[in-house]
């Protein structure tokens, strides 16, 4: 009795829309929020609303729109949107409307809904606290479950990366890899284990991530990339993460996402060292803008020889991780044409601004895709430095 | 004073040195001079030649030399010219 009295007097105050007149508000531009919980969003939500619980209403309106702009909120069948209004308003908001008879009268009007596939019951659980996010929400989670993501190498990298990539949900993740666990690999390859020693990588970090959120879709390709295979591999996938170990991979994986149009999130380490960048796809600027070619094998050892601090691959696999996540839902900016460099004995991060190569051979303009190149033989070669043709 | 940073492979070149001070009034400059302390670490830099190495990169003010003057980008007293060569840890 005491809330329908509370209803009542708030239904003379704050003013309500039918669903065909807050459409066509939102088609005009207005703002609507659907206050449900996460997990009622699960049997549809108007088509272009945005998700914010009237659990988390009050701290993050703010994210979403001035006090001074006009909100309509919409909720199952029409009180709890009465109630958030209300808050609303005691925050300062004094253009708020509430949608009469909720989201079931909405439906029943036949005005258009979206069925986030992503939300049942579990998902809505699982990623509740990113769904609270009102840049991420349903929509982005949504696009995380699109997204077709590929880590080339599930190493140092890619063990972080794929750890915080499946528990965020990426749809479907890929795993390149032709290495087997041993020993000296764990103390920074976290997706693997001891008593995996001895397994192929690809299976491990499938044991791995299926047990952290059974939600995903894991592929793994246990092979070593190589100029004949790498598109037939690259193809599935939207998002290329570069994790790998050895110069020859990476100018393959630079000139197979140049020719497919890929993204490349590059991640690089060596000692206490990391880089981090992401070239967009077509480049401009690409990998080989920053290394036009790799060095020879005595100017820059490889990790295994250098020897590098477990936490920073930790630290850059994860930053690797966030590029992909901004770039499949479209939140915040990407690290496009901008090089990180972190220094784990200062703990500093540096940024560089990249810009890209007018001579590139694989990404200037009006170049043509000059082909793949073996450099596993040119790296191994001895005696680079006379076949140096520039000195 | 300028100050040439290396980068971590190759401070064991430069007696373990992570900042270099040297006079110079551009780029080219900067590395002659680092050359003269500790030619195998400019050499890592630098072909024979003289040319910078395509798997290394040199930035002043964080811009990349290639989009000023290259090797004869000016330096002014205080600068940093700071050395990033490729790494293919993962």
């Known amino acids: ?49 945005r998700a914010l619980s009237r659990n988390d209403l009050e701290m993050c309106i703010n994210e979403l729109a001035p006090p001074e702009a006009s909100v309509m909120l919409i909720c199952a069948s029409g ?14 908001y004094e253009r708020v409307a509430v949608v009469t008879g909720g989201v079931e009268r909405w439906k029943r009007e036949g005005l258009p809904c979206v069925r986030p596939e992503c939300i049942d019951a579990d998902s809505a659980e699982r990623y509740a606290r990113q769904l609270n996010l009102p840049e991420i929400g349903i929509e982005g989670q949504a696009k995380l479950a699109g997204s077709r993501v590929l880590l080339v190498g599930a190493g140092g990298l890619g063990s ?24 000296s690999n764990l103390h920074r390859q976290v997706l693997h284990r001891d008593d995996r020693i001895g397994w192929p990588k690809t299976d491990s970090a499938r044991a791995t991530l299926e047990g ?17 295979n790498i598109e037939d591999v690259f193809s599935d996938y939207r998002i290329i993460v570069d994790g790998s170990d050895n110069f020859p991979t990476r100018y393959l994986v630079n000139d197979a996402c140049i020719r497919l149009g890929l993204p490349n999130v590059y991640g690089a380490v060596q000692r206490f060292e990391g880089q981090v960048s992401t070239f967009a796809a077509g480049g401009r ?3 080989r803008c920053l ?37 499949a839902t479209g939140v915040g900016e990407p690290l496009i044409g901008r090089l990180l460099l972190f220094d784990a004995r200062t703990t500093r991060m540096r940024e560089l601004t ?38 | 004073m300028i100050k040439i940073e290396l980068p971590d492979a190759l401070r064991p070149l430069a007696d373990g040195a992570r900042e270099i001070a040297v006079e110079a009034g551009n780029v080219a400059e900067a590395l002659d001079e680092l050359g003269r302390l500790h030619p195998e670490a400019r050499l890592r830099i630098l072909t024979r030649g003289g040319q910078v190495r395509p798997h290394v990169n040199l930035f002043v003010r964080e811009r990349d030399i290639r989009s000023g003057d290259g090797l004869a980008t000016v330096l002014e007293d205080g600068d940093s010219l700071l050395v990033v060569p490729s790494v293919a840890g993962g």
């Open chain 1, 1 to 49: 009795m005491v809330l329908d009295r509370r209803l009542a007097e708030l239904r003379d105050r704050i003013r309500q829309l039918t669903p065909t007149q807050a459409h066509e508000r939102l088609t005009a531009g207005e703002l609507l929020i659907d206050v449900r919980e996460p997990g009622e969003l699960a049997q549809g939500m108007p088509a272009g609303a």
């Open chain 1, 79 to 92: 009180p709890r949107s009465l109630l958030a209004a209300d808050d609303l308003r005691r925050l300062g």
């Open chain 1, 160 to 183: 972080p990366a794929a750890l915080y990539l499946a528990a965020a949900g990426i749809g479907t993740l890929g795993l390149v890899d032709d290495d087997r666990v041993e020993r």
């Open chain 1, 212 to 228: 952290l959120n059974p939600k995903i879709e894991v592929r793994t390709h246990q092979l070593r990339l190589d100029s004949s």
């Open chain 1, 285 to 287: 600027p690409c990998y």
């Open chain 1, 291 to 327: 290394f036009a070619e790799p060095p020879a094998p005595d100017m820059a050892p490889s990790c295994s020889e250098a020897g590098v601090l477990g936490a920073v691959p930790g630290i850059i696999g994860l930053l690797q991780a966030l590029e992909v996540i901004k770039l």
């Open chain 1, 354 to 391: 990249l810009g890209p190569d007018s001579g590139c051979r694989y990404c200037a303009k009006g170049s043509d895709f000059p082909g793949y190149v073996d450099y596993t033989e040119f790296c191994s070669a001895p005696g680079r430095e006379e076949l140096e043709t520039h000195d």
